[in-house]
């Protein structure tokens, strides 16, 4: 317990240190905004309270878990549900990772896809759904009636199998022993492929389209950066206007699509 609590310790010191990075840089972020109710329904903002919020709750949860476990020791369903808050909390934390999008061309040019692309994602859904239900109970149909050892209990548990096949996963936790059910599967693998490639080459032409709007997006918004800094250096404050003030602000999060 001793090696894991110093481990522990040290954990905690580096994410005090990082949160408090964050949270700086967050302030600051949220006083130089203009609108600061705008400022908060920025997606990406709302992610970094999400992920930094959960260290100052804890330590207030935990605070309170240790004076609730010294009052009252016999209040195990609080300490349970106090527990259990916790942990969500704690796991709410690997939204951190979603703050590389601010500073990523691809990964915002990925959510602006898939923000793009949402109906031919929905399209994809709802083929997967249909051909599902339909390979589900024929391949439950098909190894039933072979007599052999049954793996497909029912319907609902060929589900599964129908998902990972169609898919192209294939674990190989459940798999057709009789010939007709081979040949389900073969139908419901090959059916899989083609419908995941139907909205392939939407996708692809949203995505490449989207790179190149962000990327002349950035470049506009360095060129203006660049221009305002030599203005400034040269004295020529009337080039300064109102749209080039904006830059500060649009730097930290250029693009406004995501």
Not at 129 to 149: D, I, M, Q, R, W
Not at 150 to 170: C, K, N, R
Request: one cysteine or more; glycine letters at 4%.
């Amino acid at each position: 317990q001793g090696e894991c609590s110093q481990k522990c310790y040290y954990i905690f010191v580096i994410e005090t240190i990082c949160v408090a990075w964050f949270s700086l840089e967050f302030c600051l972020r949220f006083i130089q905004a203009r609108s600061k109710c705008q400022f908060f329904k920025g997606p990406l903002n709302i992610i970094d309270f999400l992920a930094i919020s959960p260290y100052y709750v804890s330590l207030i949860f935990s605070e309170d878990d240790s004076n609730e476990e010294d009052d009252r020791p016999s209040s195990n369903t609080y300490l349970e549900k106090v527990g259990l808050v916790l942990r969500v909390l704690r796991a709410l934390r690997i939204l951190y990772v979603m703050r590389l999008a601010r500073h990523s061309l691809g990964l915002q040019t990925l959510g602006l896809t898939v923000r793009r692309c949402t109906r031919e994602f929905g399209l994809l859904l709802l083929f997967l759904c249909v051909a599902v239900t339909l390979f589900s109970p024929l391949v439950y149909l098909a190894e039933n009636e072979s007599g052999k050892v049954l793996e497909f209990t029912s319907i609902p548990a060929s589900y599964w199998w129908a998902i990972i096949s169609m898919t192209t996963v294939g674990y190989g936790d459940m798999v057709p022993r009789s010939v007709p059910g081979q040949m389900v599967a073969l139908s419901s693998i090959l059916s899989g492929i083609l419908i995941m490639s139907f909205p392939a080459t939407s996708i692809f032409h949203t995505f490449s389209h989207s790179y190149s709007e962000l990327r002349k997006e950035h470049e506009r918004l360095q060129s203006r950066l660049n221009r305002v800094k030599n203005a400034n250096h040269s004295g020529e404050s009337d080039t300064f206007n109102e749209t080039d003030s904006l830059i500060l602000e649009d730097q930290a999060s250029p693009i406004k699509y995501i």
